[in-house]
């Protein structure tokens, strides 16, 4: 059984994680020098508290993990509320500050929680049938459940996040069988929804879309994070400037440069070779774990793996696209990559479902 397991398992996924973070550990080593190399220890930290999280995930059978999804889902709503009443950071309050240097974010927990409750109750919602997920009343549970999450992330406020939870939730819901006709609904809705929102959006949300839209304005302000990224990455060229020699990135002109534009201190620092390596290994990453989903031995497992599909595929679009003006700046972190200790956590744990998905199917094979 155990032979049978390590055949099946899909290690590419695996590797590409480990590569994507060292290749994050090397930029974070470069662009915290003039900190003393503060957030690159504690990433390393965070990495070394991730790795039992992706242990227990990868060997626990998932079955069981989804069967405590129910307790959990309570309490990450639970935190999600409390985080609201908490002081904001950055204009936001999406953390749980613990002592004066360390900060717990929830909602990084929160979408693997999501995601294992919803592929519980869909599952739920179709024991007599797949078809039963189009009943209306089903379908509407599931919603439920899935959108309260969504709603608490938005009012922190962090548009970024919530976005990464709907994209999750989509490829779930697509994958679950759902008829054409909630799609074409779906997408009517949104189109005539979608001028009522963008009134209704705050301030600053909304001078995050119009400076999008006017990116050649307000260089030195609205646009200057992004006006510093797109130089930062057109100077990299082909092989880069070398480490500890980015001028954007040495000099203080890119910011948030740990987090939110951490593709950029690659890209000046390491050039096209290494963004366009990482811009391929994420594609490695969510076309196979698209694959584990199609290759599950059950619902359970397929829904599981396309939600964290759905998950690294929006940061990886969003955050490498935000970076070159191509997508609005929401503050989306790359996966792997970017400084963080609660998404590498969340992340190494998406790892080992995925690693544990693919191990337990009966054969490595395409599911025609």
């Not at 007599?128 to 999450?149: D, H, Q, S, T, Y």
């Not at 964290?308 to 990559?337: K, R, S």
């Amino acid at each position: 059984m155990g032979k049978k397991l390590l055949k099946n398992t899909e290690w590419i996924i695996l590797i590409v994680s480990v590569i994507l973070t060292i290749i994050g550990l090397i930029a974070l080593f470069s662009a915290t020098q003039s900190t003393e190399y503060e957030e690159f220890q504690k990433q390393v930290k965070w990495i070394l508290i991730a790795i039992p999280f992706f242990v227990l995930a990868s060997l626990i059978d998932y079955n069981v993990i989804v069967r405590f999804s129910t307790l959990a889902y309570i309490i990450i709503i639970a935190l999600l509320i409390g985080v609201l009443f908490m002081e904001p950071i950055s204009g936001a309050r999406s953390w749980y500050k613990i002592g004066e240097k360390t900060a717990f974010q929830p909602s990084e927990l929160g979408k693997i929680v999501t995601i294992l409750f919803l592929a519980f109750i869909i599952n739920k919602a179709q024991l007599k049938g797949r078809r039963e997920i189009n009943k209306i009343w089903k379908l509407a549970i599931v919603m439920f459940f899935a959108i309260i999450p969504v709603f608490l992330i938005i009012k922190e406020p962090d548009y970024g996040t919530a976005l990464a939870y709907i994209t999750a939730i989509v490829f779930m819901i697509f994958t679950s069988g759902i008829s054409k006709k909630y799609i074409i609904a779906t997408f009517l809705i949104i189109a005539v929804a979608l001028p009522v929102v963008y009134v209704k959006l705050p301030p600053h949300a909304l001078e995050r879309i119009n400076s999008f839209l006017n990116q050649e304005t307000d260089l030195r302000g609205a646009n200057y994070n992004l006006n510093q990224s797109k130089l930062a990455i057109g100077a990299g060229e082909i092989f880069g400037m070398g480490l500890f020699k980015g001028n954007q990135t040495q000099l203080g002109f890119l910011h948030p440069k740990t987090t939110d534009f951490i593709f950029s201190v690659i890209g000046e620092e390491m050039g096209f070779v290494a963004t366009g390596t990482i811009t391929i290994l994420y594609i490695i990453l969510v076309t196979k774990s698209i694959y584990v989903a199609k290759t599950a031995k059950d619902n359970i497992g397929s829904y599981i793996a396309i939600g964290i599909a759905g998950i690294f595929f929006f940061h990886m679009v969003e955050n490498i696209g935000m970076t070159m003006g191509l997508l609005p700046i929401t503050g989306v972190p790359l996966p792997f990559v970017s400084y963080g200790g609660s998404s590498m956590v969340t992340n190494f744990i998406c790892i080992g479902l995925l690693l544990n998905i693919s191990s337990r199917r009966q054969k490595a094979i395409l599911v025609e």
